[in-house]
């Protein structure tokens, strides 16, 4: 089956109450448990924003890795959290992303994983 992320970036949801983001943390739960019983649960996780980021990392003139200390990435948009799936078609992407879209309150993004065999002969 496909493999899809179900992402939301932290510059689309509004500053919260610690009280509200443990009741988003309670209902986004309820649906990760959903997501574990339905058996397309891969892995998933949140509360990531620009003072999560420990390093960037980029090819230096030598042909060596450069990496540079802190968040560096030049765009107010950061990952906020995610949830991976695998299920058979996007429409079963979407309904988990509507129902975590629901559940949280703010929007969500699918993705696709793309097909790695593309790339062999």
């Known amino acids: 089956m496909p493999e899809y992320i179900i992402a939301f970036n932290d510059e689309w949801v509004a ?21 574990k019983d339905a058996g397309v649960f891969v892995y998933g996780n949140g509360g990531i ?3 999560t980021a420990l390093f960037s990392v980029e090819l230096g003139a ?34 988990w992303a509507g129902r975590m879209s629901v559940a949280l309150d703010w929007p969500q993004e699918v993705h696709r994983f793309p097909n790695m ?5």
């Open 15 to 35: 500053e919260h109450t610690l009280e509200q983001l443990r009741h988003k943390r309670d209902t986004s739960m309820a649906v990760t448990k959903e997501m």
């Open 49 to 51: 924003d620009a003072s």
């Open 62 to 95: 030598d042909g060596e890795p450069v990496f540079t200390d802190g968040p560096y990435v030049e765009t107010k948009e950061h990952l906020g959290g995610f949830f991976v799936i695998d299920v058979p078609d996007d429409d079963a992407a979407r309904y």
């Open 117 to 121: 065999d593309r790339f062999d002969d």
